[in-house]
């Protein structure tokens, strides 16, 4: 199956900017598929890690935490349809973060923050090194995002889910 690769970071409020497309593009030879703007890649050539993270840092104009993921842990993740109690709105954002490796901590989920008052952020649970949740569109939730490293003792990246979503699509084609 493929690999994802997510960096974190990359293109959020005017900082370490990168053109997705143009990174895909110089990385042809491992048949990449650039999912938005953030900073998400399907690698469809079968290829290490090791190999991958350092073909995307030799060509990254800054340094950049880049994780790396089996594509059939993202597709396990959406068949689990982990948000059937929390259907769209449009004041909360439903997101899955990654960890970059497993965690140092393990605080149990459902965690709200912050943890009296209305809340900003949830997290509902945790599969692996994949904790899905939920923000509130605004600004104060981003730091709570932000904190997420501290809470599990490792560096995490974040998605909407609707990038998560199509992931998995792109995923999907891939194994047509």
């Not at 840092?57 to 959406?78: H, M, N, T, W, Y």
């Not at 929390?86 to 989920?109: A, K, N, Y």
Request: hydrophobic share 45%; proline share 6%; charged share 25%.
């Amino acid at each position: 199956m493929a690999l994802v690769v997510l960096l974190r970071g990359v293109n959020v409020g005017g900082h370490r900017k990168l053109r997705p497309t143009t990174l895909a593009a110089h990385l042809k030879h491992l048949r990449v598929v650039n999912i938005g703007a953030a900073g998400t890649f399907v690698i469809q050539r079968p290829v290490r890690r090791a190999e991958l993270r350092a073909e995307f840092a030799s060509r990254l104009p800054f340094d950049a935490e880049i994780v790396i993921c089996q594509g059939r842990d993202i597709v396990k993740l959406l068949s689990r349809d982990v948000f059937s109690d929390h259907p769209p709105r449009r004041d909360i954002v439903r997101f899955v973060s990654v960890l970059s490796r497993s965690p140092r901590l393990t605080p149990s989920p459902p965690m709200r923050f912050p943890t009296t008052g209305k809340w900003l952020l949830k997290i509902l649970g945790r599969d692996k090194r994949f904790v899905f949740g939920l923000y509130r569109r605004q600004m104060k939730a981003i730091s709570y995002l932000g904190a997420l490293d501290r809470v599990f003792g490792v560096p995490v990246t974040t998605r909407n889910w609707n990038t998560i979503t199509a992931i998995a699509k792109t995923l999907g084609e891939v194994a047509s």
